[in-house]
T-cell receptor
Framework: AQTIHQWPVAEIKAVGSPLSLGCTIK??????LYWYWQATGGTLQQLFY??????VESVVQLNLSASRPKDDQFILSTEKLLLSHSGFYLC??????????????FGEGSRLIVV | GDSVTQTEGPVTVSESESLIINCTYS????????LFWYVRYPGEGLQLLLK?????QKGSSRGFEATYNKETTSFHLQKASVQESDSAVYYC?????????FGQGTKLSIKP
């Protein structure tokens, strides 16, 4: 069975400090990977997606970056946090192509509070 | 661009009563997008509840149903008799060109 693990579960960070959020998918090779973000009271929106190792596409500019160093790992980071980065970050995977390629499976999320 | 609008929450329903959460969509670059309902139970991650990829079809799961209505561009979520365990936030979404577009979410509370 596929599992998706996100870390950390929650963080409180200072404005201007760096951030790294991670996501690991087990039990599925070469998945498509995604980062989503939800500001408090806002809508879930896609930030990045990746279809293969080393390749990441940005969907929304939020002064964040993402990387896929391994097939099963997706990292979200920034060198300088802003207050507006607060919210809930979700990692997701989907199959590559086919009739099930449109279904995303999400992790449990990382809650970030920037102070 | 594409968008999804759903019932403004929070919604409170008494146990064993019926439920409907409205969802309408707008898709500018695709005639019939795939449609989804996701659910987030307290303390848990976002889970797929049901999906329908063909206009006119109905999806169902855990007692919930949703019918893809292309005429009214709607995908309302219904349940005949809710239980306390249905308390959660429900999200309607459409899929187009590698992206899931979500509605704002509807928080559902069940009164015992």
């Amino acid at each position: 069975a596929q599992t998706i693990h996100q870390w950390p579960v929650a963080e409180i960070k200072a404005v201007g400090s760096p951030l790294s959020l991670g996501c690991t998918i087990k039990g599925k090779s070469s998945p498509n990977l995604y980062w989503y973000w939800q500001a408090t009271g806002g809508t879930l929106q896609q930030l990045f997606y990746s279809i293969t190792v080393g390749q990441v596409e940005s969907v929304v500019q939020l002064n964040l970056s993402a990387s896929r160093p391994k097939d099963d790992q997706f990292i979200l980071s920034t060198e300088k946090l802003l207050l507006s980065h607060s919210g809930f970050y979700l990692c997701a995977w989907s199959l590559r192509g086919g009739p099930s390629g449109n279904t995303l499976y999400f992790g449990e999320g990382s809650r970030l509070i920037v102070v | 661009g594409d968008s999804v609008t759903q019932t403004e929450g929070p919604v409170t329903v008494s146990e064993s009563e019926s439920l409907i959460i409205n969802c309408t969509y707008s898709a500018t670059s695709i005639a019939y997008p795939n449609l989804f309902w996701y659910v987030r139970y307290p303390g848990e991650g976002l889970q797929l509840l049901l999906k329908v990829i063909t206009a006119g079809q109905k999806g169902s799961s855990r007692g919930f149903e949703a019918t893809y209505n292309k005429e009214t561009t709607s995908f309302h979520l219904q349940k005949a008799s809710v239980q306390e365990s249905d308390s959660a936030v429900y999200y309607c979404a459409l899929y187009n060109q590698g992206k899931l577009i979500f509605g704002q979410g509807t928080k559902l509370s069940i009164k015992p």
